[in-house]
T-cell receptor, first 115, second 114 residues
Framework: DTGVSQNPRHKITKRGQNVTFRCDPI?????LYWYRQTLGQGPEFLTY????????KSRLLSDRFSAERPKGSFSTLEIQRTEQGDSAMYLC?????????????FGPGTRLTVL | AQSVTQLGSHVSVSEGALVLLRCNYS??????LFWYVQYPNQGLQLLLK??????LVKGINGFEAEFKKSETSFHLTKPSAHMSDAAEYFC????????????FGRGTSLIVHP
């Protein structure tokens, strides 16, 4: 069990640029979640996948945000035309088994800074 | 709908003292409740979770939490604080009312003085 990994760990970009983050879940986990965490706040849910199906995406912050999990393994989160307000920590988590009360395992996050 | 309120953005204790971190939840259906810990530059790690099996839940690192339905609370305690307990602690709730997607509180920063 190597844990959930996220790359890059840090990303600095200029306003208006596109960025893409990658998450590799624990290998046998079928669910994968994306969260945003801003300073002084808890994680805020964005979207999640069960295998390759994106089951909830209504809470993505705007249409500039999109996520994929094409083969049910790793996932990418893309932010287009970044804004300074997008600066935050982006967390990925994975889980398996019953959705009800499941335990999520978090990666270390990708810290995005938009200049 | 579900929500979590963590009272106190910062809690300061002396090493060896009791740790008490407060969490109150709101849920119209039976909830699942979680406490996570986040160390600097690391992801969240599960300390413990309540799944209705027992109201007193024991977790890792000597932490425990008690589910009190009448008070809608799930406070986290540890009898004796260690310097290594200094971290950010998050309470979270999930339920069928929220499609089992957890809602997190704003977090409480635990400061441990020598």
């Amino acid at each position: 069990d190597t844990g959930v990994s996220q790359n890059p760990r840090h990303k600095i970009t200029k306003r208006g640029q596109n960025v893409t983050f990658r998450c590799d879940p624990i290998s046998e986990h079928n669910r994968l979640y994306w969260y945003r965490q801003t300073l002084g706040q808890g994680p805020e849910f964005l979207t999640y996948f069960q295998n390759e199906a994106q089951l909830e995406k209504s809470r993505l912050l705007s249409d500039r945000f999109s996520a994929e999990r094409p083969k049910g393994s790793f996932s990418t989160l893309e932010i287009q035309r970044t804004e300074q307000g997008d600066s935050a920590m982006y967390l990925c988590a994975s889980s398996y088994g019953d959705l009800e009360g499941d335990t999520q395992y978090f990666g270390p996050g990708t810290r995005l800074t938009v200049l | 709908a579900q929500s979590v309120t963590q009272l106190g953005s910062h809690v300061s204790v002396s090493e060896g003292a009791l740790v008490l971190l407060r969490c109150n939840y709101s849920s119209s259906v039976p909830p699942y409740l979680f406490w996570y810990v986040q160390y600097p530059n690391q992801g969240l790690q599960l300390l413990l979770k309540y799944t209705s099996a027992a109201t007193l839940v024991k977790g890792i690192n000597g932490f425990e939490a008690e589910f009190k339905k009448s008070e809608t609370s799930f406070h986290l305690t540890k009898p004796s604080a260690h310097m290594s307990d200094a971290a950010e602690y998050f309470c979270a709730v999930s339920s069928s009312g929220g499609s089992y997607i957890p809602t997190f509180g704003r977090g409480t920063s635990l400061i441990v003085h020598p």
